[in-house]
């Protein structure tokens, strides 16, 4: 299960990095894209980096939380 957890976190990390990307580079596509503020982007994907690099806690916090 650990094994399974750290592959799918490591997934979770490259897709959230490619997700990033994309729509920074959308940014540059000027007014036809209708991009968002980068600003914007690059908060949301900051809370997902901290979403991510605590999901372990978090699981085990929610999983405590239930099993009472």
């Known amino acids: ?3 399974a957890f750290t592959v ?3 997934t979770t990390w490259a897709v959230l990095f490619l997700i990033t990307v994309w729509q920074l580079f959308r940014v540059f596509g000027g007014p ?3 991009a ?3 600003w914007t982007q690059l ?3 900051s809370i997902f980096v901290l979403l ?3 999901a372990r806690q978090i699981f085990i916090i929610l999983k405590e939380m239930g099993s009472v």
């Open 8 to 10: 799918i976190q490591y």
């Open 32 to 34: 036809i894209t209708e």
């Open 43 to 45: 908060a949301r994907g």
């Open 52 to 54: 991510i690099g605590y």
């Open 1 to 3: 299960m650990a094994k």
């Open 36 to 38: 968002e503020n980068p």
